[in-house]
């Protein structure tokens, strides 16, 4: 009932905003004349209307509904011009010319609505075949729609989101021969070396020295999948961390420092914090902001050739955030690498042989945390050609 109120009233509401009208160049014959002619007429025609538009499935779809509409506009065009020229006693010459104009206006009107329905229901078809090819596999998709109303940007929409299920099935792809890549090698070390000690091949001493190569593989393969599933938990929703509102990064950094020294003094690079005066407290996560920095230290130190050094540069900037700086002398990072090397399994080139001992997922593991403090990390550029300059904002406290 609700409903057909919201439908009855308006139809109601013009017949009186028609009828006064009338009143005022007219009087008040041509007032009671019209209120008796279209109120009627509009509630019928929103009734049916109303009816038309909630059983599409009866009319065979939006087309069907369509000539429906246009049939009940015609018949309403016509009711109305047969009932003013019977109540206004019109002579049958002027009835006439009215049934002759009414048809005439009626005609064009169906003509003209069939052509925009045909227009539109050819571009709904063409989004529709889109999208069953989408479903098949299809991924390079063009809809080709005409002119720039809804259905244009709806067909832009969907090509849209074909792309972006194409970026992300090709980023799966890319993750699991990764993932694929970096779990071989140690497993087929295992593989052999479990088959050696089966079968008794080594002796005493090279067996205790395969063990320690195993433990140095498993310990491998528990780092890559605890990497993982902490990359997973990082990107799978909100995280909810225990925030300390204070927290001094300068201590922070410090202690991050002091404990990868023995790690780059083993390696020969001289590692070192500067901090600027006006640091103020940041608002984070000290375990998490303190894995961001190992994470950064740790390849700035793997991509540093011995004799270089490691900077952890930490100051406050124009409004209210702090920067943090890693920067290496290493050799730095290709432009064509640049944009990728905050995805998982993406590695820069190490100062040996150009392998680096990483699955690398430290730089996304830290992207992650970082995003989710509400900052951002990016590769900052350098003053030279040598050497990589990381960098990550945090809001302060």
Known sequence: MRRRGLIVGPALAV????????WVFDG?????VSIEILAP???VTALAADLIAARPALLGGIRGQLAALAALIAVQLGTAVALFAGLMFVSGHDALLMAL???????VGLGAARLVARRALSDLGAIRAALAEVGEGRRDLHIPVR?????????SDVESMTAKIAAEERARRQLVAAISHDLRTPVTTLQL????LEDGIFEPAQGRAQLRLMSTHVRALGALIEDLLELSRLESGPISWSMTRHLRLDELVRETVEAMRVHADANGIAVRAELGERLTAASGNPEQLQRVLFNLLHNAIRHTPPDGNVVVRAERVAGSEIEVEVSDSGSGIDIESRERMFEPFVQGPSRVSGENG???????IAR????????????????SDAGTQVRFSLPSA
């Open 15 to 22: 017949a009186g905003l028609a009828a006064g009208v009338a």
């Open 147 to 155: 002119g720039g109303d809804e259905l244009a940007a709806l067909a």
């Open 28 to 32: 008040r014959h041509a007032f009671a």
């Open 358 to 364: 990483s699955a690398g997922l430290g730089l996304a």
């Open 193 to 196: 070396i479990a088959e050696g």
């Open 41 to 43: 007429v509009g509630v």
């Open 368 to 383: 992650a945390i970082v995003e989710a403090h509400g900052g951002r990390i990016w590769l900052a550029d350098s003053a």
């Open 101 to 107: 104009v009414a048809a005439y206006a009626g005609l």
